[in-house]
C-alpha cells in the first residue's frame, strides 16, 4: 500500500500542496483530478521522490521513500511519467524501451569485463519483452527511429512503455492520454485495468473525465493544494463543489 | 588596503567591459565564445593603428568598435550560422580555430613583439594610495558602457528580442521576431564591447598578439562566477575576482599573524583567480534543471 | 659555391611566450650566417639554416627536434627555449649524437649533458654573485627583488641574494613573478609594502617593461641594480634616467658586438638589437669553426670551437660539461637614454 | 488523393497546393492539398504521428518544404521566414516547447506584444481577465508552471498579438474540463467578433467538433477526408484513427526520403 | 625519416588515448571536461613525482594512476550542483590549479623546469608499447560502448533526472565512467612520461586540452574510431605545416604564425565541411524543433 501523510510542499511562497493525505492499494486504481495548478503534479513527483516535501511523509508498505531521491523510489518498485514527456530524444524508441528496464547485467562493469556473456543473453531476452511492449502500443513500426522525431502522442505512449519495462508494482502516471488518439485511448483504459488486475498500484492523474469514470476505483480531487473530496466516480460526480470547481458544469 | 581596492577597481574594469560581451553572445547563442577575447585583442590593435593615423582616443576607439562589430558579423555569417544546430562545445571549439586564425593574422601584421600606448597620466594621492589619471578614465568609461547596455537590454524592444531569442529561439521566430537581424546585431555589439574593453586593457597594460591566453582565463573566470549569461552577473564577477586576487596577493599576512611580513608569492595569482571560480561555482545556489521535473 | 650545403637547426619561440627575445635570437643567427656563407661558407659549404617553431612547448620542441634530426639531418640545433624545452630535446640529440648550442637557458641541469650540450649563455650565478656582491659595494642595505619565475630569474636572485647577504645586506622581499602578465600592480604592491632601500631584478623586455610602468604608476622611487640590465626594456627615459644599473657580459660592449649591431640595423632596420642577438650570433660562429675544423663537425671539434674565439659576447669559456663560465662582467648604468659602460668588475 | 474542389477557390485565408514537407530529408506531408476559409474554424484530426502538428509547423515555416506553394491571402508565403509570417498576422500555438521557459510569465506576455508594443497593456488586460490564473502567477518563471497553466501561457501570448490567422495545436490538452469551456467559448467568441479563421488541431474530438465548421481528416500526411462538422459520425472516424495509427499500414513507411 | 614517422605516429598513438578517454566522458557521456589534460597530467606526474624522489618506476605508475582516480572523483564529485557548462569550467580550472602549483612549488616535480625520467629510449620499443595501450583501450572503450552501460551513458548524457527515474544512480555512472576514463588518461602520460623522459608543466596547458578537444570533435564525438582518427588528423597538419618554411621560402617569423593560422582555418572548415566530424557517430538524426 502506498500512502501519503500530511504532504506540504511550497515553491517560492506558493503552497502547492498543504497536508494532503491518500491511500492508494494494490490492485486498485486511484484517479488524481482537480483545476489546473491545484497540485496534482507536485504530489506525482514528491510520491517518485523527485520533490522532496517540506513536511509530511510517503511510505510504500509501511517503509518511508527515500524523498528527494527518485532513483532510490524507483528502485523500491516504483515507475511513473511526465506529463511533458522526458526521452532520450537521440536514441531509437527500441533503446529508450530497454533502457527502462532496471539491473541488467550489462550495466556492471565488471561484468561487463569478464563475463560478456551473461550480458549478451540478457540483452536478447530484453529485446523481445521492449518488441512486445511496442506493439502493444502501436509503436512497434517506430522501433529503430530516432525517439526525439515522435510525435507528441507517440512520446507519451514511448514514455509509458518505458515506465512499464521494469514491470513495476507501483505506477504513476501524469496525464497519459493528453495528446493521445482516442482509438487509443480506449486501448489505454483495457491496458490500465488489465495492470490493475495484475495487482498493480496505479496513481492516475487524468482530466480526460470518460476515463476517469471508466477505470478508477476511487478518485481523489484537489484544488489550491488540498483534498476537497474523495470517493468514487460516481460520488465525485454528484459532488457540486467538484461540479464547480474543476467541471464548469451547473450542478 | 586602499591601494589594494583602488587597484581591484581598476583591474575589474579592465575585464568588465570584456567579459560582458561574452556574456550577451552566451545568452543569444548559448556557447562561450573563445574568439571573443580575440575580438578584444583585435580592438586594440585596430584603435593602435587608428591612433598611427593622428586619430585621438575618442574617434580611434569609436573606430575601432565599428570595425571590431564587423568582423565579429562576419565571423558569424562565414562560421557560427552555418554550424547553427551542432553541439555548443563544438562551436567553441570552432570558435577557438577561429582566434588562432585572428592572433597569428594579427601576430603577421603587427609582429609577435608588444607594443604600447603612449599616454601622459598624471598621478594623485589619496591618503598613501596612488592612482592615475588613466585609471579613472577607464574606470569611468566602463561604467559609462555598462549603463549603456544595461538601457538597451532592458529597456528597449532589441532588449526584448535579445532575451526572447536566448531562450528559445523557434517559439521567437513564430512571435515575429526577426532572429538572424537580431543576431547580427547582438554580435556587433560583442564585438563592439570587445573592442573598446580590448582597448582599456591595453591602455593600462600593452598589446601583444597572444595577449588572449593571459586574459582568457580571468574574464572566462568572471563570466562564469557571475552566471554566464546575465551581464550584471559577469560585472559582479569581474570585482568579486578582481577582489580576490588583489587582496589574496596584496595583504601581508605574515604582519596579521606576526610580526614577519609574509605574502602569498605573486606567482599564484591566476591560481587564485581559478580557485575564486571553482570555489564560488561549487557554493552557488543550484540552477533550476531545464523544465524542472514536470 | 656548388657544394651541398650544411644544414644547421634552431629551434626558438616564435610564437606563444617570449617570441621578441627568440625573434631576434634567430637574427643573430641569420646575421653570422649571412657572414660566413659571404665568406665562401665554410670551405665553400653555404650554412642553411632551418627554422622551427616550438611555441614554449614541450611536445611542438620534440616534434621540431625530431623532424631536424632526421629528416633535414642537421647535425647541431641552436636553441633558445625554456629549461624545459631544451632538456627534454636533450636525451634525444645524445642518443643521435648530435648536439645543441643553448642561447638562453640558465639551468645547471644542462650540464648533465656534457658532449651534446654547449651554452654560450653563461651560469646564472656567476653574474648572480657579481651582483649581489656589487649592490652590496655602492653602500645598498636592504634590497627586494623582482625577478621572472624562471631558472634563470630564480638562479640570478638565488645566487645574488646569498652574495648581497654575505656582504651583510639584507633581502626584505624575493618576487618571482610570472612571465607575460598583462600587468604586475599586485607583484609591485608587495614591493612597494616591503619598503627596501633598491631593488634588484632581471627579467626580459616587454615583462621588464610593464614592472618598469607599474613601478612608475605606483611612486616607485628606489634605484634598480639589474643582472644584464641591457636586456630589460627601460619605459620611461626621463623616470628611469640614472635610476638603473647593473652587471653585465663584457663583451656586449667589444668590437666584434658594435660590428653585429651595424649588421642587424642594416638588415632590420632601426629597432635596437637585444643581446640575444649576440648570443644567437656567437652559437652560429662556433658551430661554423667546428665544421671548419679539420675533421669536420663533431663533439670534439665544438669543444674545441671557442679557441682563440673572440664573439659578440666576449670571449668564451666552457668547463667540462659545456656551460660557459668566466665571462667578462662589465658595470652599466643607464644615462640620458641609453646604457653606458662605466667599468669592469 | 483527390482534392476537393472547394479548396481550390480563391479568397482562401491559407492554401496549401501540393505542398510536401518535413524534417531535413524526412517528407511528412506528401503533397497535400487544403484550404482555411474565411472565418471558418477548421478541426484537423489524425491518428498520433499523422502530421497534424507538421502541417501547422509548415504554415509556420518551421519545417523544410521540398514541394508545392502555400498562399496567405493569395500571397505565395513558401519561402517566407517565421517572424515575416507571423508578422503578416499567423498567430501559433505549438503542442509542446510552447512558452518561453527561463522568462517570467510577465515577460512571457511582452513578447507575446512584441510585433505592437503600443496595445501591450490593454492586450495584457485582455487575456488576464480569459485566465485570472496567470495574473496570480505573473512573476513565476514560466519553466516552474504546471502543465496546464503554461498551456494557458502560450494561449494568452499568441492571442495578445492580435492574429488575424489563429494556429491552435491541441488547445485542450492539459487543461482541466471547465478551462476548456472557457477556452473553446473564447475562441469561438474571437472568430466571431474579429472574424479570423481558425485552424484548430484535437485529439479532443468530441470538444473539437462542438465548436468547428468543417473537419479535414489526415492520413499519413495527406488529407483522408474533407467534410462538414456536423456530416462527421464517430464510427467513420473510428475507422480512420484505427487505419491511420494502429494498423497495417503505419505513417512512418509511408514517408519517402527526397533523392 | 623513419624515425621522424615513428615519433609522430607513437605520438598519435598516445594522444589518441587520452582523445579516446574524453570521448567516452563527453561523447557517450555527455561530461563536457575541459580539464582532460589534467588525468593524463597526473599520470605525467606519478613516474615525475617518483623520479624526482628517488622511487621505482613501478612506483610512480601506480601513484599516477591513483592521483587520477583520486583526482577524476574530487572534480567530479560538484557535478551534481552544476550545470554542465559551469562543470566545465570548474574542471578547466581544477587543470590549472594542478599546473601552477607544479610550476610554482618547486619541491614536488622541479617546478617549472620539470624534471627527468627514465626514457624508453628505443624508438621502435616506444611505438610498440604505444600502438598497444591505443589497442587495448581501444577493445575496452568498444566494450563500453556496445553495452547497455553505454546505452545508459547515452540517456545520461541527454537527461540525468530522466535516469534517476529510471531506477539508476546519475552519480555513479558518471563516476564509474570518469574513473576509467581518467585512468585511460593517466596511463597515456605515464607512457608519454616514459617516451619523452621529461616532464615539465608547460605540457599540460590549458592549450592541450583544445588541441584534445579539437581532435575528438573533428574526429566525430562518440565514435571510438573518430577519437584516433580526429588526432591523427590534428598531428598530421601540425607537422606538415613544418614544411611549409622549407616550400615557401617566406620569413621564419611569418611562417611561424601562418601555421597556427593554417591550423585555425583547417579547423574552421573541417566544420563547415563536415559538420558531423570526420567519422560520424552512428546515429538517428532528430531535428531541433520539437513535435
Ligand atoms: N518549481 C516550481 N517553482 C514554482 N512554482 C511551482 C513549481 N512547480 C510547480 N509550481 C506551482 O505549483 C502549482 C501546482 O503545480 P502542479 O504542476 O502540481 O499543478 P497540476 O495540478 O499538475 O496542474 P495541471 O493540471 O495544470 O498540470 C502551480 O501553480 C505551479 O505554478
Ligand atoms: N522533429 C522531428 N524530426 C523527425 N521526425 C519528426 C519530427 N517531428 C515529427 N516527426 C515525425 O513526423 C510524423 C508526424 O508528426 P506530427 O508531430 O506532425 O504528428 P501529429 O499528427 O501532430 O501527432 P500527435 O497527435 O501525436 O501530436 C511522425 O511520424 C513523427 O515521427
Ligand atoms: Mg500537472
Ligand atoms: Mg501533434
Known amino acids: 500500500m502506498l500512502s501519503v501523510r500530511d504532504v506540504t510542499v511550497a515553491f517560492a511562497g506558493v503552497r502547492a500542496l498543504d497536508a494532503v493525505s491518500l491511500e492508494a492499494r494494490p490492485g486498485r486504481i486511484l484517479g488524481l483530478i482537480g483545476p489546473n495548478g491545484s497540485g496534482k503534479s507536485t504530489l506525482l513527483n514528491v510520491v517518485a521522490g523527485a520533490i522532496a516535501p517540506d513536511s509530511g511523509s510517503v511510505s510504500i508498505e509501511a517503509v518511508p521513500i527515500p524523498a528527494g531521491r527518485p532513483e532510490e523510489v524507483a528502485a523500491r518498485g516504483v515507475a511513473r511519467t511526465f506529463q511533458i514527456p522526458r526521452l532520450a530524444r537521440r536514441l531509437t524508441v527500441i533503446q529508450n524501451m530497454m533502457v527502462g528496464r532496471r539491473d541488467q547485467p550489462g550495466e556492471n562493469l565488471l561484468t561487463l569485463l569478464f563475463r560478456p556473456g551473461a550480458s549478451r543473453r540478457s540483452e536478447r531476452a530484453l529485446v523481445v519483452d521492449a518488441r512486445a511492449m511496442l506493439a502493444r502500443l502501436g509503436l512497434i513500426h517506430l522501433a529503430d527511429h530516432a525517439a526525439g522525431g515522435l510525435s507528441g502522442g507517440q512520446q507519451k505512449l514511448l514514455s509509458m512503455g518505458m515506465a512499464l519495462m521494469s514491470d513495476p508494482p507501483v505506477l504513476l502516471l501524469d496525464e497519459p492520454a493528453a495528446g493521445v488518439n482516442p482509438v487509443l485511448v480506449e486501448q489505454q483504459i483495457v491496458f490500465l485495468k488489465s495492470l490493475a488486475a495484475e495487482g498493480r498500484t496505479v496513481l492516475l492523474i487524468e482530466h480526460n473525465m470518460e476515463m476517469i469514470a471508466d477505470v478508477c476505483d476511487d478518485v481523489v480531487v484537489l484544488d489550491a493544494g488540498t483534498v476537497i473530496a474523495r470517493g468514487s466516480p460516481v460520488d465525485i460526480r454528484r459532488n457540486a463543489q467538484v461540479m464547480r470547481s474543476y467541471l464548469g458544469e451547473t450542478a | ?294 | 659555391q656548388s657544394k651541398e650545403p650544411i644544414p644547421i637547426g634552431v629551434i626558438a619561440n616564435l610564437t606563444g611566450m617570449d617570441v621578441k627575445t627568440s625573434t631576434d635570437m634567430v637574427r643573430g643567427i641569420q646575421i653570422a650566417a649571412d657572414a660566413v656563407n659571404k665568406d665562401g661558407g665554410v670551405d665553400g659549404q653555404p650554412i642553411k639554416l632551418i627554422i622551427e617553431d616550438a611555441q614554449y612547448k614541450t611536445q611542438e620542441a620534440l616534434n621540431a627536434a625530431t623532424k631536424l634530426y632526421d629528416v633535414d639531418k642537421v647535425p647541431a640545433v641552436i636553441m633558445f627555449g625554456g629549461s624545459s624545452i631544451e632538456l627534454a630535446v636533450a636525451p634525444i640529440a645524445k642518443q643521435k649524437g648530435k648536439i645543441i648550442v643553448n642561447t638562453s637557458s640558465s639551468s645547471a641541469k644542462l650540464g648533465d649533458f656534457p658532449g651534446t650540450v654547449y651554452s654560450v649563455l653563461p651560469l646564472d650565478d656567476i653574474v648572480g654573485k657579481a651582483l649581489g656582491e656589487w649592490t652590496a659595494a655602492q653602500g645598498v642595505k636592504s634590497a627586494a627583488f623582482v625577478v621572472p619565475n624562471n631558472t634563470f630569474g630564480t638562479g640570478l636572485m638565488d645566487a645574488a641574494a646569498t652574495a648581497f647577504e654575505a656582504k651583510g645586506g639584507k633581502i626584505v622581499a624575493k618576487i618571482a613573478y610570472s612571465e607575460g602578465q598583462p600587468d604586475y600592480r599586485a607583484d609591485i604592491q608587495q614591493l612597494v609594502s616591503s619598503k627596501p632601500d633598491a631593488i634588484m631584478t632581471t627579467g626580459y623586455g616587454d615583462d621588464s617593461r610593464t614592472i618598469f610602468k607599474d613601478a612608475r604608476t605606483l611612486g616607485l622611487k628606489q634605484v634598480w641594480y639589474a643582472g644584464y640590465p641591457s636586456i630589460l626594456t627601460v619605459e620611461n627615459e626621463a623616470w628611469m634616467n640614472g635610476h638603473l644599473m647593473g652587471v653585465d657580459n663584457g663583451g656586449l660592449s667589444g668590437d666584434v658586438a658594435k660590428k653585429v649591431g651595424a649588421d642587424y640595423a642594416a638588415k632590420f632596420g632601426k629597432e635596437e638589437p637585444l643581446p640575444h642577438v649576440f648570443y644567437g650570433y656567437d652559437a652560429l660562429m662556433l658551430i661554423a669553426r667546428a665544421a671548419a675544423a679539420p675533421g669536420g663537425f663533431s663533439a670534439t671539434t665544438m669543444a674545441k670551437s671557442i679557441d682563440g674565439y673572440q664573439g659578440a659576447t666576449g670571449a668564451i669559456k666552457w668547463d667540462v660539461r659545456g656551460q660557459r663560465i668566466d665571462p667578462p662582467i662589465d658595470v652599466i648604468s643607464y644615462k640620458d637614454g641609453k646604457f653606458v659602460t662605466t667599468g669592469q668588475q | 488523393m483527390s482534392v476537393p474542389p472547394e479548396s481550390r477557390a480563391a479568397g482562401a485565408a491559407l492554401r496549401l497546393d501540393a505542398v510536401s514537407a518535413g524534417y531535413g530529408p524526412l517528407v511528412i506531408l506528401d503533397r497535400l492539398s487544403m484550404a482555411l476559409r474565411p472565418d471558418e474554424i477548421l478541426l484537423v484530426l489524425g491518428a498520433n504521428g499523422s502530421g497534424k502538428s507538421t502541417l501547422l509547423k509548415t504554415v509556420m515555416g518551421l519545417t523544410t518544404i521540398t514541394g508545392g506553394i502555400l498562399h496567405k491571402d493569395d500571397v505565395d508565403i513558401t519561402r517566407w521566414a517565421t517572424h515575416r509570417r507571423a508578422a503578416g498576422g499567423i498567430g501559433y500555438v505549438p503542442q509542446n516547447n510552447n512558452v518561453f521557459a527561463g522568462l517570467s510569465v510577465r515577460d512571457n506576455l511582452g513578447m507575446g506584444a512584441y510585433l505592437q508594443p503600443a496595445k501591450r497593456a490593454a492586450a495584457q488586460e485582455a487575456v488576464l481577465d480569459l485566465f485570472p490564473r496567470l495574473r496570480e502567477r505573473l512573476g513565476a518563471t514560466a519553466g516552474a508552471l504546471s502543465g496546464g497553466e503554461r498551456r494557458m501561457l502560450s494561449i494568452a501570448l499568441t492571442l495578445m498579438a492580435d492574429p488575424a490567422v489563429l494556429l491552435l495545436d491541441e488547445p485542450s490538452s492539459d487543461l482541466a474540463p471547465a478551462m476548456i469551456d472557457l477556452v473553446f467559448a473564447a475562441i469561438q467568441r474571437i472568430r466571431r467578433e474579429r472574424r479570423i479563421p481558425v485552424l484548430l488541431v484535437e485529439q479532443n474530438v468530441a470538444r473539437g467538433l462542438a465548436i468547428a465548421d468543417r473537419v479535414v481528416v489526415l492520413v499519413r500526411g495527406s488529407v483522408a477526408a474533407d467534410m462538414p462538422a456536423a456530416a462527421v459520425q464517430r464510427d467513420h472516424l473510428h475507422a480512420l484513427f484505427l487505419h491511420g495509427s494502429v494498423g497495417a499500414a503505419p505513417a512512418i513507411q509511408a514517408q519517402r526520403s527526397v533523392p | 625519416m623513419l624515425d621522424f614517422l615513428v615519433f609522430a605516429v607513437t605520438m598519435i598513438a598516445i594522444w589518441s588515448v587520452v582523445a579516446l578517454s574524453l570521448d567516452l566522458q563527453f561523447g557517450l557521456c555527455g561530461l563536457v571536461n575541459f580539464g582532460q589534460i589534467l588525468p593524463f597530467a597526473l599520470g605525467a606526474y606519478g613516474p615525475a613525482i617518483s623520479a624526482a624522489h628517488g622511487g621505482s618506476i613501478s612506483a610512480g605508475l601506480a601513484l599516477g594512476l591513483a592521483m587520477a582516480a583520486v583526482g577524476g572523483v574530487l572534480v567530479l564529485a560538484p557535478v551534481g550542483r552544476l550545470s554542465q557548462d559551469y562543470w566545465a569550467l570548474v574542471s578547466l580550472g581544477a587543470s590549472e590549479i594542478f599546473r601552477l602549483l607544479m610550476v610554482n612549488v618547486t619541491p614536488i616535480a622541479g617546478g617549472q623546469d620539470g624534471t627527468a625520467v627514465a626514457r624508453v629510449s628505443n624508438p621502435l620499443a616506444a611505438l610498440g608499447l604505444a600502438l598497444g595501450l591505443l589497442l587495448a583501450m581501444l577493445l575496452l572503450a568498444r566494450r563500453i560502448d556496445r553495452s547497455p552501460l553505454g546505452r545508459l551513458m547515452r540517456v545520461l548524457r541527454e537527461d540525468d533526472l530522466l535516469v534517476a527515474t529510471l531506477g539508476r544512480n546519475p552519480f555513479r555512472v558518471q563516476a564509474l565512467v570518469t574513473v576509467v576514463a581518467w585512468l585511460m588518461a593517466a596511463l597515456a602520460g605515464a607512457l608519454y612520461a616514459h617516451v619523452v623522459g621529461f616532464v615539465a608543466p608547460s605540457s599540460f596547458s590549458v592549450a592541450e586540452t583544445f588541441i584534445v578537444w579539437t581532435a575528438l570533435i573533428l574526429g566525430g564525438a562518440g565514435s571510438l574510431l573518430g577519437a584516433v582518427v580526429g588526432t591523427a588528423f590534428v598531428q598530421f597538419i601540425s607537422v606538415s605545416t613544418r614544411f611549409l618554411a622549407a616550400w615557401s621560402g617566406l620569413p621564419f617569423d611569418l611562417v611561424a604564425n601562418l601555421r597556427l593560422g593554417i591550423f585555425g582555418v583547417v579547423l574552421v572548415l573541417v566544420f563547415l565541411l563536415r559538420r558531423e566530424g570526420l567519422v560520424p557517430e552512428r546515429k538517428v538524426r532528430v531535428d531541433a524543433v520539437g513535435p
Open chain 2, 1 to 294: 588596503m586602499l591601494q589594494i581596492l583602488l587597484n581591484s577597481i581598476v583591474y575589474a574594469s579592465e575585464i568588465a567591459v570584456i567579459a560582458v560581451g561574452i556574456s550577451l553572445a552566451y545568452s543569444v547563442v548559448r556557447f562561450a565564445n573563445f574568439a571573443h577575447i580575440q575580438y578584444a585583442v583585435l580592438g586594440g590593435y585596430f584603435t593602435y593603428a587608428a591612433r598611427g593615423l593622428g586619430l585621438g582616443f575618442p574617434v580611434a576607439t569609436a573606430i575601432s568598435a565599428v570595425l571590431t562589430g564587423l568582423v565579429a558579423i562576419i565571423v558569424e555569417r562565414l562560421v557560427f550560422h552555418p554550424l547553427r544546430g551542432l553541439r555548443p562545445e563544438a562551436k567553441m571549439i570552432a570558435s577557438w580555430g577561429v582566434a588562432l586564425a585572428f592572433r597569428s593574422g594579427v601576430a603577421a601584421v603587427f609582429g609577435g613583439a608588444a607594443r604600447v600606448f603612449d599616454v601622459e597620466t598624471d598621478t594623485y594621492l589619496l591618503g598613501d594610495a596612488v592612482i592615475t589619471s588613466l585609471d579613472l578614465a577607464v574606470v569611468a568609461t566602463t561604467i559609462a558602457a555598462m549603463v549603456v547596455l544595461q538601457l538597451l537590454l532592458y529597456r528597449t524592444r532589441i532588449g526584448t528580442g535579445l532575451r526572447a531569442l536566448a531562450d528559445n529561439r523557434d517559439l521567437a521566430a513564430t512571435r515575429g521576431i526577426p532572429p538572424d537581424r537580431l543576431t547580427a546585431l547582438m554580435w556587433f555589439l560583442a564585438g563592439a564591447f570587445a573592442a573598446l574593453g580590448g582597448t582599456l586593457f591595453a591602455l593600462e597594460t600593452r598589446l601583444q598578439p597572444d595577449m588572449d591566453l593571459q586574459i582568457l582565463l580571468p574574464v572566462f573566470a568572471a563570466v562564469t562566477i557571475g552566471g554566464l549569461s546575465s551581464i550584471a552577473g559577469a560585472v559582479a564577477g569581474a570585482c568579486i575576482l578582481s577582489l580576490a586576487q588583489n587582496i589574496a596577493i596584496g595583504v601581508d599576512f605574515g604582519a596579521v599573524l606576526s610580526s614577519r611580513s609574509w605574502f602569498l608569492p605573486s606567482q599564484f595569482r591566476d591560481t587564485i583567480a581559478v580557485a575564486a571560480m571553482v570555489l564560488v561555482l561549487c557554493f552557488r545556489p543550484r540552477q533550476l534543471r531545464s523544465g524542472g521535473v514536470r
